[in-house]
Every structure is written in C-alpha cells, then in structure tokens.
Nanobody, 122 residues
Framework: DVQLQAYGGGLVQAGGSLRLSCAAS????????IVWFRQVPGKGREGVSC????????HHAYPVRGRFNISSDHAKNTVYLQMNSLKPEDTAVYYC???????????????WGKGTQVTVSS
C-alpha cells in the first residue's frame, strides 16, 4: 500500500511562512495525484493544493491561490506545500492524500497520511 507522512507544521505569526512536506512511498504506478487537504474542528476536509505526478500539473483552491505553492522532488519522493502570507484562517490540520487525479473531493482519495497541525496566530 501507499504510505504517506506529512510533517512540517507548527506555530507561525500571521504573514509568516511554513513549508509542509509529504513523504510518499509504495506506489505501483506513476499515474496519480497528491492533494493537500486541511480540516478544522467541526468542518469537513477542504482541498487546498494538488499536483499530478506524471506532468506536474498543479492546482490551488481559491482561498490559497497566490499564497501557497505545491511542488515535488521525485528523487526524494516528497511533495512540498510552501505556504506564504499565512492568515489565521489557514489554521487547520493539514493532510496529504493520494488519488487517481486532482480533485477537492476528499472521497476521491485512496490513501491518507496523518495530519500535521498548522496554527497561525494573529
């Protein structure tokens, strides 16, 4: 099975930056997408950013567009989420997940990593 581990969360002041990492392993084919989701208590998981493995196409949800950037390092089997100009409303547990294509629908994912907490203070 595919295994994912997200890390890099922490506490940061508004306007600051953090970089999350998602280490992935166990793939049996190259045609997949890695999606970052986030979740706050009492709400569903929200898709944030996505990258496809084959052609490195990226997508960012409207709330983070222009502030977040997703990238991948094939040699390290790691996907990064660079988060800049962070806002208090970005506070959430962030998860990385794998699915057959980019989608913001959490039910479209096949594997999930454990989350990492991001807290943005005002």
């Amino acid at each position: 099975d595919v295994q994912l581990q997200a890390y890099g969360g922490g506490l940061v002041q508004a306007g600051g930056s953090l970089r999350l990492s998602c280490a992935a392993s166990g793939f049996t084919n190259d045609d997949y997408a890695i999606v970052w989701f986030r979740q706050v208590p009492g709400k569903g998981r929200e898709g944030v950013s996505c990258i496809t493995n084959l052609d490195k196409t990226t997508h960012h949800a409207y709330p983070v567009r222009g502030r977040f950037n997703i990238s991948s390092d094939h040699a390290k089997n790691t996907v990064y989420l660079q988060m800049n100009s962070l806002k208090p409303e970005d506070t959430a547990v962030y998860y990385c997940a794998v699915g057959p294509f980019c989608t913001w629908y959490w039910g479209g994912m096949n594997f999930w990593g454990k989350g990492t907490q991001v807290t943005v203070s005002s």
